[in-house]
């Protein structure tokens, strides 16, 4: 790690003193996670109670409280990162709920991997209130206090540590992205919002089917994942057992995450829908099946995963060429940016696929960076449609003379979503690439070709929107409604505030990345040992770990590099020892 | 101040103004001018300090953990090394004098502060590339540059072309980054490393290890990048960018990078490979040459002159390590295509980048008209244009004692010992050079303006001849080595196979032949049967068609992506609407089917019914890209 940007006396002194804190009122991070799921909760409830209020008022209330989770969000993410522990849970609180007869109460905490995805549903939770505040909706009391009910489920689910509330949060979140399509949707939101609401019930019942057979099969009377995962670690299900509760999970959370072919309502719902529900789902609540099999199917049921890995890697392939060469034919805006959602996510399965940590870890930075880019599109896009009265992108044209600034941040987006380096995407998909490839050649190669195919609808969609002359279409808009106008400020702020925590994770992947990776190593080295020397695995050679480092490598350092470590660049051996420094001990090198 | 230090400044110097420049310059052209030509400027002050006062020609590897996950490590770091020094001094000094001009060039353009942006953002990516250490981070600033030319490509974004032109030069450079990108993460997996010097020891000890298709798809990279066939067809469209960044970009530093990357891990490749590299550069050297013939707009005939030297230096870097390889007991023979290619590509760099800030004066001075055929008579109204733009001519018909004549004569003579037919090729190709060169200088400066453009033009100011004249000092004494900081002379001079005695009498008589037959034709095909159009237009229509068709590739491409990938597209996207969405989902029993489905065939996996779903599938997409369907 470069010095400079580390060693930043200001941050760094904040941070110590951050870790100071945790150390010394040791229930403080605990309340505050709790505090950033019950606020915009309560508040979303006051603003639906309250009713219409004039605008001013209620947009100051709103906009405070989605600014408060995210607030605590970077504080609760910084401290987690600053702490660099061995991917344990921290910040818990264990709160009764009067079903601890079945093992229920609402446990609260965050690992690596939930740190991250809760900092991002925390930022995109701001940028989606923040446009949502500007956009001037009818019923805005309704529409900003469903979309701060969203923000508590979304926090939840990451925070959560009890399966049931896991789901249960889910649901809090779902619900009112539905009402949210049917009311404030666009052209076709009645069957849209039908489709969505069949579909997910669908995908949702079949996974809480799938917790709910974990829970009866491992007789512990308990939603508790860190005890489930501690137990079933030492006495796995039989495998039997472990591929039915599997094969349950992963059509339903792949139900919830479009994986193809259950992935149509995906379009369709979002292209309907409203923008900022449609930042939350798209960006956030889409994770929760990825997440759900990151977190909680795959090192539950290892076995399990291993014997449906076959089928997911042909289904997700799926996403990645067929869905791919559908975005190429789509002529609606936001159509394609649902399908290239769609399309993104393959890539996030096969990271899960490969059963690798660099796959897993993979997987997990590319969640928190496709949240970030896929939120930054649905937000452009409803700016563009704003201007240009459609979403067809054969009547647009030419808009870049008139909004330069929407044309840059579109720009940027598109170049983000499609993987430029510099940009978050960029890593995630980099360490996907390099986990599939080493799992199985062809698949690597398959599933690179993604980068073409993402390169020419992303493009082509910046040209047909923003380049050459105006069509005509767009030309009569502009002479009914007045020439479009630049970005407003109110629009700006969240499209800025994405497209900055793109940039940030894209530059220092490391801050996001190092938690990630001790998490997932910390929860997937156990299993794979496990499974190498277990008796009920006759695929366990499948389970592959990267050979980069493999004994008998020549791996010591040249001799070029110990006599140039002055100045700003810090020896490798001390890189560690700065507090938020980017990187693990280095756990391969030879001593 | 330690060079390490230093490096970290030259690299981020222009980011940190592409910075400002987004922030505040939107609306501020003269003040983003100001601010992007100054960074460039610290750049290449801070350069030529470091090359000629602070290194020591040791190599240098400042290096950090970047990112990990699992046991997969990505690091950051620079490698100074005599290659990269090499391309810091051009990259860095050619960027300057280009920027300088860009002033001149972009006045009273609404989107100057954009112009320059992306020419900072440019200058870091550029930086980043050649100072990378790793084949990762090399990945990383190649494809920066090919945003930051995607940029400025479409910076007239008005006119459908250049909006069209930037896409499919993203694109089709994508599509060498794919290979690139797969031969990167295979090599990282087969030698557990991409760190630079750490695969060079690897190579030399192991040179079993060496794996043909990776060597295969680490070129795909350079094919999209130095526009070598069969992906060269970015290159003559990037042309409707602004002249300057067809000069920076898209002929002195950036299309070179391919051939930088090539000479970088030089050590990589197996001897396939190294054959497979010549072949592709002489054939990009004399396709292009033959098509320059083939259009009258004075960018696009230096854009496939462009492409000509390019396969030149591709071809010579095979031939040379080619050499090396068979010659292993001759010492430093190992180095002979590293440094024939980048002698080449930094003497290529002034005088190309000459010929195109020439074009640049003509074209602000004519109102950008940029067929030939509509300007002459330029020598007598802009007289230092001239000057400097026969000095360019003259350097890369090979005229001795021009910078041209050095680099292209080590090329040359290299073929001449290693490949009879690559030899007679790049001969012939020299001579077409010539003559297509002579086309466009005798068109354009002499005889009657024929045009109210031409004949309206007045020399440039000082802000854009007086980089033409650096440009042409250089291109005068680029073969001499006191013009370069000592640390280049090893790659540029010592490791380049100069031939000597009778060989060196014998490329000297090729040379000057070729040269001054080539412009001779020129001259008397192009301007003395008359210039007022092109004369095999003229004269032989059905030939001249042929240089225009330029082998109908691009007619192919365009072919595949309409009628091929759009029908795939949209056969699929039918189906996707009408099958899963309409029938399968829209039914009430379809969710329970569809499952049952997906569950049942997993588990009884019959491998005939796969094969013969595939059959099918690709019997139905087929008839249906052949329009059968409509």
């Given at each position: 790690m470069i010095a400079p940007a580390v060693n930043f006396a200001p941050l760094t002194g904040i941070l110590q003193w951050q870790q100071g804190l945790h150390v010394a009122v040791p229930w403080l991070n605990g309340a505050l996670l709790l505090a950033s799921i019950l606020f915009p909760l309560v508040a979303g409830f006051a603003l639906l109670l309250a009713g219409p209020k004039p605008g001013r008022a209620l947009g100051v209330v709103a906009g405070v409280a989605f600014l408060i989770p995210a607030l605590f969000a970077v504080w609760l993410w910084s401290t987690y990162a600053g702490?660099?522990?061995?991917g344990e849970y921290l910040f818990r609180t264990d709160i009764s709920t009067g079903l601890d007869a079945f093992g229920i109460s609402l446990k609260l905490g965050l690992n690596g991997i939930s740190a991250p995805l809760f900092l991002m549903a925390g930022i995109v939770g701001l940028a989606a209130g923040l446009f949502a505040i500007q956009s001037?909706?009818?019923?805005m009391h309704a529409y900003l206090g469903l979309l701060l009910i969203m923000l508590s489920g979304l926090l939840g689910l990451f925070a959560s540590i009890d399966l049931f509330f896991f789901y249960f949060f889910h649901e809090f979140a779902l619900i009112p992205t539905f009402i949210m399509i049917g009311i404030w949707g666009g052209r076709g939101r009645k069957a849209a919002a039908m489709e969505m609401t069949i579909y997910l019930t669908l995908g949702a019942l079949l996974s809480l089917t799938g917790l709910i057979a974990v829970y009866v099969q491992s007789g512990l009377n308990s939603f508790d994942m860190i005890t489930l995962r501690e137990h079933l670690a030492v006495i796995p299900l039989a495998t039997a057992v472990q591929q039915y509760a599997f094969g349950l999970l992963l059509f339903g959370f792949g139900i919830l995450v479009s994986l193809w072919p259950f992935h149509t309502w995906a379009p369709r719902g979002y292209a309907a829908a409203p923008a900022s529900a449609a930042m939350l789902h798209a960006g956030v609540l889409k994770k929760f099946g990825l997440y759900g099999l990151v977190q909680v199917a795959v090192p539950l049921l290892p076995d399990g995963a291993l014997s449906w890995s076959p089928v997911l890697i042909y289904l997700a392939l799926g996403n990645v060429l067929i869905i791919g060469f559908v975005t190429l034919a789509q002529r609606d805006l936001k159509r394609m940016i649902g399908y290239s959602s769609v399309m993104h996510m393959g890539y996030i399965f096969l990271g899960i696929v490969s059963l690798s940590t660099v796959g897993i870890g993979a997987a997990v930075f590319l969640m928190f960076a496709h949240g970030l880019s896929i939120a930054l599109l649905f937000l452009l896009s409803a700016s563009i449609e704003n201007r240009t009265g459609t979403t067809d992108l054969f009547c647009m044209g030419g808009l870049a003379r008139q909004t330069p600034v929407l044309a840059g941040f579109f720009v940027a987006a598109v170049f983000a979503a499609i993987g430029?380096?510099?940009?978050a995407n960029f890593w995630g998909e980099l360490a996907v690439f390099i986990a599939v490839f080493e799992f199985e050649k062809w698949l690597g190669v398959l599933v690179i070709l993604g980068i073409i195919i993402s390169a020419v609808y992303g493009l082509r969609a910046v040209a047909q929107i923003f380049y050459g002359e105006a069509s005509d279409a767009l030309a009569g808009h502009v002479a009914k409604a007045g020439a479009p106008s630049d970005l407003k400020g109110a629009e700006r702020a969240p499209a800025l505030l994405l497209l900055l925590a793109l940039m940030f994770s894209g530059f220092l992947p490391g801050t996001i990345a190092d938690s990630i990776n001790r998490s997932v190593e910390a929860t997937y080295r156990p299993v794979q040992v496990s499974l190498s020397g277990g008796s009920s695995m006759p695929a366990a050679s499948q389970i592959r770990r990267m050979t980069a480092t493999s004994p008998g490598f020549p791996w010591e350092s040249l001799e070029v590099r110990d006599h140039h470590t002055a100045g700003l660049w810090l020896p490798p051996d001390q890189t560690d020892g700065g507090l938020f420094a980017m990187n693990g001990p280095d756990r391969t090198n030879n001593p | 101040m330690n060079p390490e230090t230093l490096l970290f400044c030259i690299l981020f110097l222009p980011l940190g103004a592409a910075l400002v420049i987004a922030c505040f310059g939107r609306r501020h052209g003269s003040f983003s001018a100001a601010v992007s030509v100054g960074s460039s400027f610290a750049q290449m002050a801070l350069s030529l300090w470091l090359l000629w006062g602070i290194w020591d020609e040791s190599a240098l590897q400042p290096q950090a953990q970047w990112l990990v996950f699992g046991d997969v490590r990505f690091h950051m770091g620079f490698l100074l090394n005599n290659t990269a020094a090499l391309l810091l001094f051009v990259v860095s000094f050619v960027g300057f004098w280009i920027h300088l001009f860009s002033i001149g060039y972009t006045r009273g353009d609404p989107g100057r502060g954009r112009f320059f942006g992306g020419m900072s953002i440019f200058m870091f990516a550029m930086m980043g590339l050649v100072l990378a250490d790793n084949l990762f981070m090399m990945f990383i600033f190649w494809e920066l540059v090919g945003f930051s030319s995607y940029m400025l490509i479409a910076h007239?974004?008005?006119?459908p072309a250049a909006a069209a032109a930037a896409n499919k030069a993203f694109i089709v450079n994508r599509v060498g980054d794919f290979g690139f990108l797969i031969g990167i993460i295979w090599c990282y997996l087969h030698f557990g490393t991409v760190d630079l010097a750490e695969l060079e020891v690897l190579a030399a000890a192991n040179p079993e290890m060496l794996l043909t298709p990776i060597s295969l798809l680490l070129i795909s990279g350079v094919l999209g990048k130095s526009a070598q066939v069969p992906l060269h067809v970015w290159l003559p469209d990037a042309?409707?960018?602004p002249t300057p960044v067809s000069a920076l970009i898209h002929a002195a530093t950036m299309v070179a990078a391919g051939v930088y990357l090539l000479g970088r891990i030089y050590f990589m490749y197996t001897e396939t490979a190294l054959t497979a590299i010549i072949v592709i550069g002489t054939v990009t050297a004399i396709y292009s040459a033959i098509c320059a013939f083939g259009v009258s707009d004075i960018k696009k005939i230096l854009a496939y002159s462009t492409l000509s030297q390019l396969g030149f230096l591709v071809a010579a870097f095979g031939m040379g390590t080619r050499f090396g390889l068979y010659e292993q007991e001759l010492e430093g023979a190992r180095l002979f295509g590293v440094g024939a290619a980048n002698f080449h590509l930094t003497t290529h760099a002034f005088f190309k980048a000459l010929l195109f800030l020439g074009a640049g004066s003509i074209l602000h001075a004519c109102h950008h008209q940029q067929d030939i055929f509509k300007l002459g008579g330029l020598w007598r109204r802009m007289p230092l244009t001239f000057l400097f733009f026969t000095i360019a001519v003259l350097a890369i018909a090979g005229i001795p004692p021009l910078a041209g004549f050095h680099s292209k004569d080590a090329i040359l003579f290299l073929a001449y010992e290693e490949s009879q037919v690559v030899f007679y090729v790049l001969v012939l190709t020299t001579l077409l050079t010539a003559w297509y060169m002579g086309r466009l200088y005798f068109v354009t400066f002499f005889g009657k303006p024929r045009t109210e453009e031409a004949e309206g033009a007045r020399e440039s100011s000082w802000v854009m001849w007086l980089p033409l004249g650096v440009l042409a000092v250089y291109s005068v004494l680029g073969g001499f080595m006191f013009v370069y900081p000592p640390g280049l002379h090893f790659l540029i001079d010592q490791s380049v196979m100069h031939p000597v005695g009778g060989d060196y009498t014998l490329m000297l008589v090729i040379s000057v032949a070729c040269g001054g037959l080539g412009l001779a034709l020129g001259y008397l095909v192009y301007f003395r049967m008359g210039a007022e159009s092109d004369v095999v237009g003229r004269r032989l229509p059905g030939f001249h068609g042929f240089l225009r068709s330029r082998l109908f590739i691009d007619e192919i491409y365009g072919f595949y992506v309409r009628a091929i990938q759009q029908r795939v597209a949209e056969f699929l996207a039918f189906l996707d609407q009408i099958l899963i969405s309409g029938l399968l989902v829209r039914g009430s029993a379809g969710i329970a089917a569809i499952l049952g489905v997906v569950a049942r065939g997993s588990f009884t996996g019959s491998l005939h019914g796969y094969v013969y779903w595939l059959l099918a599938g690709m019997l139905l997409f087929s008839l249906y890209a052949f329009g059968i369907f409509g």
């Open positions: 702490f660099r522990g061995e001037g909706m009818e019923r430029l380096p510099g940009f | 007239y974004f008005e006119r042309m409707e960018g």
